[in-house]
């Protein structure tokens, strides 16, 4: 089985740390980069080439809608996994508008994150939560 | 002539010599023969008849004359002649007196005398008339006769009693009807003497009588009482007498006529009408009022009772005429004298003038004034002519001083009451004081601070003496108002010019004629002495009692007018205190206002901050619950997932229920602190509208406390922003809760809509509603936990306001009203 990279956009250092822990669990995942921003982002994906981007919808330089934009721009096969604290139910919506591959919710991260990261990266779900 | 009595028949030898003789006879004549023609008639006969008759003319029968009348002057018929009588009976008739009418119109008196002719045979022939023209003879007797008829008239008609005596025994020759009255019951005087006709007299009269005829001198006597015996007896007659002596041609005194006129009813009237005088002098002497009686035209007084000396305090000055009215001293009221024909009784006099009620100002004999009533009126005689006039008159002073002083007081107790100044009061009560007496004049002075006498009011002295008086120091042998100052009593000087007291004060200009002067200390009711009332007189002397008692009265207005002023001024001056302290509160007040003003706009904007802070520190809580606890809890979730999977099934087993605890308690803390961060600052609040902000909260109402909200909106969508928007959303948010804690129901209805330029938004519940009073009697909605006074507090901040209306079992609604924003 071949290994999938991702990458890990959070500006929170518990929730990042976190974050690859919980995905380090599944031998077939792996972490290839954690940044804190957006920029940040920009900047190592190019190099690292991920398979997945788990994006924080709240960061400090951007927010992950417009970064899910811009990634989507620069690269149509990545695939971008939104994350977020609030619980707007249209938030799905305005992240998929964007380009985003999957939602989770963070308070349902622990149970739905990574069998949403492999549904994405099987290709049959955009989003979760 | 009666001498020829017969015709000769040998006439023819004579008739010439016959003819010749009767016409130069002095007198008329002519024949008729016995058939009654005329024969003859001489020329006096024709001259008298006026005519010239033709001889033996039977139409011309007894007389040649045109028509005859009687001496009384009835006509006499020829027929009926004394010619024709004798023609008839051959009689003679003599002096008989017809008046013959000529025919000129002319009356002739004539004297008849006929006698009958005798032819030479004897037989008779006829008659012979001789007449002669009387009628001057006739006028003069009859002129005679006509002066003694009426000198007997006037005698016997005379009202005096005239006799006439003759010789030395005085024998009556003559008495008229008049004096046969005098001596009725005498029987005929006439050949008696004096002394035998009145017996009873004495030698009375013989004596006086003797005087007179010896004495050749006439005698007047005006009035003679004799006892006389009449129809009634002895009897008081009286008489005025006068004794004339008479004279025979030789001048010798033969005798004495005696006019007498009987006065004894005049007397007698006389006498009744003194009686009736005395009686009325003694009724007129005993009147209450003054009784003045003045003859006319002269004015001459002829009576004056004793009250008149009363009322006027001299002795009674019989004035001889008008002018002499000059005694009395009389004014008018301005001060101007009576003249003597301005008195009442000289216009009653003179003028016929009737007097009603005048008052007159007088001058007593003790130099004191008064005031008369007097009435007067004229007494006419029949004829209307003004015999005399009375006056009555009364002496009114005590009762017109008592009007005046009344009136006085009134206009004083007016003028206080109106406010008047207290100068002007007291010029009303000098005024007063000076109308009761002409010779008064009046000073009012009062006592300031410093216990001088300062000018009150003394409005009939002069400035110079007004202004040398004030200031001066009270003394008790100075003057005599500071006198009665110091001495706290009435002081009275009778004589300015010899008082002592008044010797230090020679150098004041003080009105020459002013003579007297007496003062009355006006004393408070707290024995403080204001000032004083004093009066000064023209007269030397000192105030009646009348002007005692009304200075009295008057002093104690002027203390009232005194005292009230004082109270005024106190009044004032705590008014202008209170005013003062009123300026100082007001200012006080206007800086406090402003005091507030600037903390109520302080508070505001402390309130503002604060309510900004509080959304700040609501979104920075927020934030710190998503952005850090939120994490970590997410976090630490993912870390049991972690450690969940690290373990084997058999493991996992074993912890799992342990594990879904952990994990149910972690989900709980996520969804307490989301629920709190959402409360806290809710996301959508800062960009989305008013009625967006109501639509989430109602949602978020449902989903995270179960309370169907049902919002309509009706306007107002953009009517409030910022601050007054974050507050109105938080007090809707607020209010809600309150029904899920409170209301015991599920349901709520939120409506928002505008009002008189209010944005409204309406709460309302069915649910349980509670005792607004109550509420808002606690003035603490503490133990409720509605938090109502609080948002009402913090709403007037933005000048808006809460409505609540609910009652326990019937439900609550509640509106906030905030100004709209336009």
Known sequence: MMSHRIFIVEDHPKMRETYALLISTVPEFEVCGIVATGAEALAAIQSQLPDLVIVDISLPDTNGIELTQQLRARYPSLRILVVSGHQAENFAIHVEKAGADGYVDKHQAYRLLIPTISEILEGRVRGSG | ?822
């Open chain 2, 1 to 822: 002539m009666p001498g020829v009595s017969t015709i000769q028949s040998s006439r023819h030898r004579h008739v010439d010599d016959y003819t010749r003789l009767l016409s130069a006879m002095p007198a008329a004549v002519y024949t008729c023969d016995k058939d009654g023609l005329i024969t003859y008639y001489n020329r006096q006969a024709a001259e008298i008849w006026g005519r010239e008759p033709e001889l033996g003319d039977p139409d011309e029968k007894f007389c040649g004359s045109l028509r005859l009348y009687y001496a009384d002057g009835t006509p006499l018929p020829h027929e009926h002649t004394p010619m024709a009588a004798a023609v008839k009976s051959g009689q003679s008739f003599r002096d008989t007196d017809v008046v013959i009418e000529r025919p000129d119109g002319s009356l002739v008196m004539v004297n008849v005398n006929v006698s009958p002719l005798y032819d030479e045979d004897g037989a008779f022939a006829g008659a012979v008339n001789v007449f002669t023209d009387v009628t001057r003879r006739r006028r003069l007797w009859q002129e005679h006769r006509r002066q003694r008829d009426s000198l007997e008239r006037i005698i016997s008609e005379a009202p005096a009693a005239i006799a006439m005596l003759r010789g030395a025994e005085h024998r009556y020759t003559l008495c008229n009807p008049a004096y046969r009255a005098v001596a009725r019951g005498k029987g005929e005087l006439v050949g008696r003497t004096v002394a035998e006709v009145w017996p009873e007299t004495g030698n009375t009269i013989t004596s006086l009588l003797d005087n007179v005829f010896q004495t050749g001198k006439p005698f007047h006597i005006a009035e003679m009482k004799l006892e006389l015996t009449r129809d009634r007896g002895l009897e008081d007659a009286y008489f005025a007498f006068t004794l004339t002596p008479l004279l025979d041609p030789d001048g010798h005194i033969e005798g004495i006529l005696i006019m007498a006129i009987e006065t004894t009813a005049q007397v007698l009237a006389t006498k009744q009408i003194e009686t009736e005088r005395a009686l009325l002098q003694a009724v007129l002497a005993q009147m209450p009022s003054g009784v003045v009686i003045a003859e006319a035209p002269s004015g001459k007084l002829i009576l004056g009772n004793e009250q008149v000396e009363k009322i006027w305090r001299h002795g009674y000055v019989p004035a001889g005429d008008i002018e002499g009215y000059r005694a009395y001293a009389g004014f008018h009221a301005d001060g101007r004298h009576y003249e003597p024909e301005e008195w009442p009784l000289a216009r009653s006099i003179s003028q016929g003038e009737v007097v009603q009620d005048e008052e007159i100002i007088f001058k007593r004999g003790d130099a004191t004034y008064g005031m008369l009533s007097v009435a007067s009126a004229p007494i006419q005689d029949q004829d209307g002519q003004v015999r005399a006039g009375v006056a009555i008159f009364s002496d009114i002073s005590q009762r017109k001083q008592a009007e005046i002083l009344r009136l006085g007081q009134l206009q004083v107790l007016e003028m206080l009451v109106k406010g008047e100044p207290l100068a002007r009061v007291m010029e009303e009560i000098a005024h007063t004081i000076e109308r009761q007496s002409p010779d008064a004049v009046a000073s009012i002075l009062l006592v300031d601070e410093d216990g001088r006498l300062r000018h009150g009011a003394a409005p009939s002295l002069s400035n110079a003496y007004n202004e040398a008086v004030d200031g001066i120091m009270p003394d008790a042998n100075i003057g005599t108002c500071a006198a009665a100052v110091a001495r706290r009593e009435t002081v009275v000087t009778r004589d300015i010019a010899t008082d002592p007291a008044w010797h230090t004060l020679s150098h004041l200009p003080l009105d020459p004629t002013l003579k007297a002067a007496w003062s009355m200390p006006i004393i408070a009711g707290d024995g403080q002495v204001l000032g004083t009332v004093g009066t000064y007189f023209r007269e030397k002397r000192g105030p009646t009692v009348q002007e005692r008692q009304m200075v009295e009265l008057l002093a104690s207005t002027t203390l009232v007018a005194i005292e009230r002023k004082r109270a005024e001024a106190e009044r004032d001056e705590l008014v202008a205190a209170l005013d003062r302290e009123r300026a100082q509160l007001r200012e006080l007040a206007q800086t406090l206002e402003q005091r507030v003003l600037q903390r109520t706009e302080l508070l505001h904007k402390l309130a503002a901050a604060l309510n900004l802070a509080e959304q700040r520190e609501r979104a920075r809580l927020s934030q710190v619950l998503h952005d850090d606890l939120q994490q970590l809890l997410y976090s630490e979730l993912m870390r049991i997932e972690v450690l969940r999977r690290q373990l084997s099934d058999e493991q996992q087993a074993a912890l799992h229920e342990l594990i879904s605890g952990l994990i149910q308690q972690l989900e709980q803390a996520v969804n307490v602190t989301r629920t709190l961060a959402t409360e806290l600052n809710p996301p959508q609040m800062e960009s989305s509208s008013l009625p967006e902000c109501l639509d989430w909260l109602a949602r978020h109402m449902e989903e995270a406390h179960a309370l169907e909200v049902t919002l309509r909106v009706r306007d107002g969508a953009d009517l409030v922003a910022g601050e007054a928007r974050s507050m109105l959303l938080h007090l809707v948010r607020e209010l809600l809760f309150n029904v899920v804690k409170h209301a015991g129901t599920r349901q709520a209805y939120l409506e928002l809509s505008t009002q008189n330029g209010l944005v409204v938004v309406c709460i309302e519940d069915h649910g349980n509603g509670f005792d607004v009073t109550a509420v808002t009697r606690n003035g603490s909605d503490q133990g409720t936990g509605l938090g109502l006074l609080s948002a009402e507090d913090r709403l007037a901040l933005i000048g808006g306001r809460l409505e609540i209306r609910s009652s326990p079992g019937q439900g609550t609604q509640v509106a906030i009203l905030v100004p709209a924003q336009t």
